[in-house]
C-alpha cells in the first residue's frame, strides 16, 4: 500500500476529505520522527506495536561485486515491533 492509498482509505473510513487525511498521515509521521530523533526515542502504539531507534555498532562488511572488505560505519537505525492485536490480525 502506497501512501497516496492509504490516505484514501483514511479519508473513506473517517469521511473526510483527502486533504484532511493527508495532513493527518503527514503530521503522524512528522510526530513519529521528532519522538525517534529524541535520545531514548520510542513510540508505542498499543495493539498496533512500537517504533524504536537502536544503535548499530561499527562493523566490516564486503563488496559484493568485488568481495573487497569495507568499513560499515556506526548508526541509528528504526526497529519495529509489531503488537500483540497486529500478530492476531496477521
Do not use: C, H, W, Y
Not at 510526530?31 to 566490516?60: E, N, P, Y
Amino acid at each position: 500500500m502506497t501512501k497516496a492509498e492509504l490516505v484514501e482509505q483514511a479519508a473513506k473510513d473517517a469521511k473526510v476529505s483527502k486533504v484532511a487525511a493527508a495532513a493527518a498521515l503527514n503530521s503522524f509521521i512528522g510526530s513519529v520522527t521528532k519522538a525517534l530523533k529524541k535520545k531514548d526515542g520510542k513510540v508505542t502504539l498499543v495493539g498496533f506495536g512500537t517504533f524504536s531507534k537502536v544503535r548499530r555498532k561499527a562493523r566490516k562488511g564486503r563488496n559484493p561485486q568485488t568481495g573487497a572488505p569495507i568499513k560499515i560505519k556506526a548508526r541509528n537505525v528504526v526497529k519495529f515491533r509489531p503488537g500483540k492485536k497486529l500478530k492476531d490480525a496477521i
